[in-house]
């Protein structure tokens, strides 16, 4: 079975701090993962896949296969990064679900 | 732009009700699914679906059924509305699973059950 677990639910920061949101997964074979935002009243949107090996508004996220973690970060958060983050991870194949974790409220204050 | 688009953006339902929540992407995606978003609880997959006519159960599939006709439309159906399926439930579509596939939403459809 497939798992995302996020442990924190809220994380608080001051503008300019640095940021790190914490994803650990559970999955036997080779897990493909990803982040998930979404800003208030707009749609749940992908920020960024671990595949693309990308950053994305400042975001990088790096899959560690031994400590099973694609923990998000940012070296120094915006006000415009409040949001709901959802890590999530699916398997390659066309049956695949795909499954997100319980989320993790990111508030940064000015 | 890819379009997620749920038929209802908010309903109230009476319990015992036979609910229907609409679904219909204009992508030609193979995969489509229904989620209830709950706080603290995160997104949790009711039921997929990566064929037309086929679907599988997700985690938490009591108490729903689904429906995939044709491809563009995926039904989420509460065959008897209970309060405890008051929630915000999303659909989603994407291609088949792999690491560069992106899972698109619909804008949502809060359902109160009264």
């Known amino acids: 079975a497939q798992r995302v677990t996020q442990p924190e639910k809220l994380l608080s920061v001051f503008k300019g701090a640095p940021v790190e949101l914490k994803c650990n997964y559970s999955?036997?074979?080779?897990?493909?993962l990803f982040w998930y935002v979404q800003y208030s009243r707009q749609r749940l949107q992908l920020l960024l896949r671990?595949?693309s090996r990308e950053s994305i508004k400042g975001f990088t996220a790096d899959l560690n296969k031994g400590e099973t973690s694609f923990h998000l970060k940012k070296p120094f958060a915006q006000e415009e990064d409040s949001a709901m983050y959802y890590c999530a991870l699916s398997v390659s194949g066309a049956n695949s679900k795909l499954t997100f974790g319980k989320g993790i409220t990111l508030s940064v204050r000015p | 732009d890819v379009k997620v688009t749920q038929s209802s953006r908010y309903l109230v339902k009476r319990t015992g009700e036979k609910v229907f929540l609409e679904c219909v992407q204009d992508?030609?995606?193979?995969?489509m699914f229904w989620y209830r978003q709950d706080p603290g609880l995160g997104l949790r997959l009711i039921y997929f679906?990566?064929?037309?006519?086929?679907?599988e159960k997700g985690d938490i599939p009591e108490g729903y059924s689904v429906s995939r006709e044709k491809k563009e439309r995926f039904s989420l159906i509460l065959e008897s509305a209970s309060t405890n399926q008051t929630s915000m439930y999303l659909c989603?579509?994407?291609?088949?699973?792999?690491?560069?596939?992106?899972?698109?939403f619909g804008q949502g459809t809060r359902l109160t059950v009264v």
């Open positions: 999955y036997s074979g080779s897990p493909e």
């Open positions: 989603a579509s994407s291609t088949p699973g792999g690491g560069e596939t992106e899972a698109f």
């Open positions: 992508m030609d995606h193979e995969n």
């Open positions: 679906s990566y064929d037309v006519k086929m679907k």
């Open positions: 671990h595949i």
